[in-house]
C-alpha cells in the first residue's frame, strides 16, 4: 500500500508545471544579436519583413565568381551579358532586386527578387 501511494505521489509531482523562467534575467533583443554580427536591423522586401542586414567587406570588388566573394558576384548592371565578363561582390546579403549573378567569368539569367 506505502508503495502504491509514493507511485501516486511521484507522477503527481511530475505534472506540477515548470516555473517560468526569472524575468528579471537580461535577455539579447534582436537589434543586440544583429550589431553583434555587424548588421543592421531593417524592414526589407515587399512584405517589410525584419532582417538583420549585414554588410560584406568585399562589397564592390571586382569577381569573376561567387567563390571570388563573401556574398555573390554580381553583373554591375542587371540584363544579358555576352562572353566573358567581371562583376562586382555584392554588398550585403539581402537577396532583393534584380541580380544578375556571375559565375566562371559568365552571366548568368537575372533573378529578381521581391
Do not use: W
Amino acid at each position: 500500500m506505502r508503495l502504491l501511494i509514493a507511485a501516486i505521489a511521484l507522477l503527481a509531482s511530475a505534472c506540477s508545471p515548470m516555473t517560468a523562467p526569472d524575468a528579471t534575467a537580461p535577455t539579447r533583443t534582436a537589434a543586440e544579436a544583429c550589431a553583434a554580427r555587424g548588421g543592421d536591423l531593417m524592414r526589407v522586401g515587399r512584405l517589410q519583413t525584419e532582417r538583420c542586414v549585414v554588410p560584406f567587406s568585399d562589397a564592390g570588388r571586382v569577381c569573376r565568381d561567387g567563390d571570388d566573394c563573401m556574398g555573390d558576384c554580381r553583373a554591375k548592371e542587371a540584363g544579358p551579358n555576352a562572353g566573358e565578363v567581371t562583376g562586382v561582390c555584392a554588398p550585403n546579403d539581402l537577396p532583393f532586386g534584380c541580380n544578375t549573378p556571375i559565375e566562371n567569368g559568365r552571366a548568368q539569367p537575372t533573378l529578381c527578387v521581391d
